[in-house]
């Protein structure tokens, strides 16, 4: 009778092959041909024997021949025999598995993620099954980064190391935890599906049991969740598993997570050069640079673009610059088949899109709204407004986002997303929303700025005549219950409003809208000193209101501009804006406006010196504000008239109208308005050469100002105390009136009171003969103050005025 291992021998002999020739040709491990003609092995899979009768060259008669000796069972047992052997558990074919793709050549960075991975399967005696699990966005470098790890453990795992891709996010369907326990189970030799068990305990008992006593590294690339990697993890301490997924699988247990980040752009322009070569990178060092950034220092970007110049070695790289950084075409530029970055991202969405979780499909409905506005983050709230949704709505649409890497958050209800990835939601929703939904998402973003803009400046002006030019708010906004909420919320947003003004003035459906914003933002900008920010806004908003014939939002808008200027030092256009303003106001027959120009224009002039124009203007404020019975503005007027009859040594006239000033402010339950005048009164009297007086009214408005938490004019408070102790002879606490204003400007990021804080520190210092120290905080001084170039050259005098001793 036939048996399978004579008649494979026999027609392997007439071929004249050896095993290891046979198994070469038939793609079969040469111990696999060794097994089968000795007998140990004689149930193998029909496709191994369709394979052995193609490499052997067999006729159809004689594979069918070897398929029915393959599949004949043991002959009955005769009577007396001894009872027929129970069946035989599946065959195991022991050959060593080394299935890791090969690393990439060009691999860079991520030395800090190496070490920390290469730590968790270094272990030479392990306790526990070692677990590490590497996500983040696709392109991110996620395989490139597991491949390259699991090749530099791998002599820790003698016993193989295996490769499995979960196909998570495509392409294809995702492979289901039985079909990867399967596949497991033929590297790890059990090659016959006959046999397998087909329940998915059943077989992730067997793969344990596989792997009981041995040491392998399994790689399980591209898994969308943690429920197909759970029935793949080792039952006991000897072998280890590195995952890799688009979203993060904190619920694994066990897992040392590595959550990465694109490259560092010293890493993708090394990356660059390694691919596109090193001479001509370095040649044009900043267009490489560039790269960096248009690619969002992806991996993935970066290589494809690096390819790219690689096959075009006459290409200067600036020219590729060009290419990428028009929006439209970037994705293109980086791959259009299933290897490129639109794909990769799409990949993601789709398995969103297509989820039967419903909170997975509004995620993937919401990424084309989340990639509209041109900001550098999002809030939770921001997001509810763009959306259409409630707050909690949009938080856990954005935390969905941030699972698959979509979205990230590296602080508490801020999201960022990625450019590349905001690129391809502009995109999608070019291709799903219309524009007038595109245009409506925006303008409610707009819409919520304008509303907290305003609640700022209520909080901040309650009297101010720019109030009742507020809209209604369009839909129901945040709470915001005192001045501290609503100035930490625009701090945050600040950068985000900049950029969304300048992206709806661009825009037909959407510049109509930027005006009541940019009027609204003078609350803020004024008690955060955001006076370059201010300028920029209301530069915008000035012209889109005389453009639209929004007359008195433009007169506002025209007076507002003084104000940066004048706090900027930059005088001459202050008094321009103004004298443009008035007549403006005049136009209109508005009086609040023309009474608050009088009282711009009287002290822009008594910054310039020009005392008694500024006086008139003064009385003019005075006359115009009485008329319509604006107290806010008369106080205003009262304070102005101070400050000149003191600049003119009137300082009994200067005491009265200061005295009615403050009274005015007292009366009218608003402490801001009451610290602030108190704190531009003691700087008069400061100015003056009245210390005590300007102390005493300082020490008043800090105190107010401390209640209010408004640690920027406190800061201007304690620069004035450090001014009046020192002309009074007490270096020891001007230094440290300085020293705790300077804490409370870098605190709160304004940059000009640090500067000029730095400048007083820098007279106290010389004043005490510390000429080093006084020369290295004018130096600082003159770093900082960049951007009030007025200020800065006062820094810059006092060095040339204190050369350094030689």
């Known amino acids: 009778m036939d048996t399978l291992a004579g008649l494979l021998r026999e027609y392997r002999v007439a071929a004249g092959l050896t095993q290891a020739g046979l198994a070469e040709k038939a793609g079969l491990s040469e111990q696999a041909i060794s097994l089968l003609e000795r007998g140990t092995r004689r149930r193998p899979r029909i496709d191994t024997i369709e394979a052995l009768g193609v490499a052997l060259e067999l006729g159809a008669d004689e594979v069918e021949r070897l398929l029915n000796v393959a599949k004949a069972p043991r002959a009955a047992g005769v009577a007396g025999a001894a009872p027929a052997a129970p069946p035989t558990p599946p065959e195991v074919v022991r050959v060593l598995p080394r299935q890791l793709p090969p690393t990439l050549s060009d691999f860079a960075g991520r030395a800090g993620e190496v070490a920390e991975l290469v730590k968790v399967f270094r272990s ?106 759970l029935p793949l993890l080792p039952g006991v301490p000897g072998s280890a598993v590195l995952a890799t997924s688009r979203r993060a699988l904190t619920t694994l247990p066990g897992f040392r997570h590595i959550a990465l980040a694109p490259l560092s752009e010293e890493d993708s322009v090394e990356l660059l050069a390694t691919i596109a070569g090193r001479q001509r990178v370095t040649a044009e060092d900043a267009a490489a640079r560039s790269i960096a950034q248009l690619t969002g220092r992806l991996p993935l970007a970066v290589r494809l673009i690096g390819a790219r110049l690689a096959a075009r070695p006459s290409w200067p790289i600036e020219h590729m610059v060009r290419q990428l950084k028009d929006e439209h075409r970037r994705l293109d530029e980086f791959g259009t088949g299933e290897s490129g970055v639109r794909a990769n991202i799409a990949g993601t969405a789709e398995f969103l899109a297509h989820s039967n979780q419903s909170l997975d499909r509004k995620a993937a409905s919401a990424l084309g709204l989340l990639g509209l506005p041109d900001g550098t983050d999002l809030s939770a709230l921001t997001a509810a407004h763009l959306l259409d949704v409630s707050e909690n709505e949009a938080e856990q649409i954005l935390e969905r986002l941030v699972d698959l890497n979509l979205l990230s958050s590296g602080v508490p209800g801020r999201y960022r997303m990625h450019d590349l990835i905001r690129t391809y939601a502009r995109e999608r929703a070019a291709q799903t929303l219309s524009e007038g939904a595109r245009t409506d998402a925006l303008a409610r973003v707009l819409q919520h700025y304008t509303a907290v803009a305003w609640r700022s400046q209520q909080l901040t002006h309650p009297e101010s005549r720019r109030l009742a030019l507020a809209s209604p708010p369009a839909r129901p906004g945040t709470a915001l219950p005192d001045l501290p909420t609503a100035v930490t919320f625009l701090d945050r947003e600040r950068a985000n409003i900049l950029a969304l003004v300048q992206q709806a003035s661009a825009s037909e459906g959407l510049r109509g809208l930027v005006p009541e914003l940019a009027i609204a933002f003078f609350g803020y900008a004024e008690v955060r000193s955001r006076w370059i920010e201010m300028r920029t806004i209301d530069r915008i908003a000035r012209d889109i209101a005389g453009d639209l014939g929004y007359d008195r939002l433009a007169a506002w808008l025209e007076h507002d501009l003084a104000i940066p200027d004048a706090e900027g030092g930059d005088l001459e256009p202050a008094l321009e804006h103004l004298r443009a303003a008035l007549p403006m106001f005049q136009a209109i ?218």
């Open 589 to 806: 027959d508005d009086l609040p406006g023309q009474a608050r120009s009088c009282t711009s224009l009287s002290y822009v002039l008594e910054l310039m010196n020009r005392l008694d124009e500024a006086l008139e203007w003064a009385e003019e404020a005075l006359a115009l504000s009485l008329r319509i019975g604006d107290q806010t503005v008369v106080g205003i007027s009262h304070l102005a008239l101070g400050r000149l009859h003191s600049r003119r040594g009137e300082y009994e006239l200067a005491r009265e109208s200061f005295d009615l000033s403050l009274v005015l402010a007292e009366k009218s339950g608003n402490p801001r308005s009451l610290a602030k005048r108190l704190q531009i009164a003691g700087q008069a009297y400061m100015e003056a050469g009245h210390h005590l007086a300007a102390m005493e009214m300082e020490r008043k408005s800090f105190d107010i100002f401390a209640q209010l938490e408004d640690g920027n004019a406190q800061a201007e408070c304690l620069q004035h105390l450090a001014t009046s102790y020192l002309a009074l002879g007490d270096p020891v606490a001007a230094a440290t009136e300085a020293e705790a204003g300077l804490k409370l400007a870098r605190a709160f990021g304004n940059q000009q009171r640090e500067g000029l804080l730095l400048i007083e520190l820098g007279r106290i210092r010389a004043a005490t003969g510390e000429l080093a120290a006084a020369t290295t905080a004018w130096r600082r001084a003159a770093t900082t103050l960049q951007d009030f170039p007025n200020d800065a050259a006062i820094a810059q005098e006092l060095l040339t005025e204190h050369p350094p001793k030689t």
């Open 124 to 229: 030479a005696r392990p306790e526990k099954v070692q677990l590490a699990a590497v996500t983040g966005m696709g392109g991110v470098g996620k395989t490139a980064l597991a491949v390259h790890v699991a090749h530099l453990v791998g002599d820790s795992f003698p016993d193989g190391q295996l490769y499995l891709d979960l196909r998570g996010y495509g392409p294809g369907n995702a492979l289901s935890p039985v079909d990867a326990l399967s596949q497991l189970l033929r590297s790890l030799g059990i090659d016959d599906d006959r046999s397998l068990p087909s329940g998915i305990n059943e077989l992730a008992g067997l793969y344990r049991s596989r792997l009981a006593g041995q040491r392998v590294l399994i790689l399980l690339d591209n898994a969308n969740s943690a429920s197909q990697v």
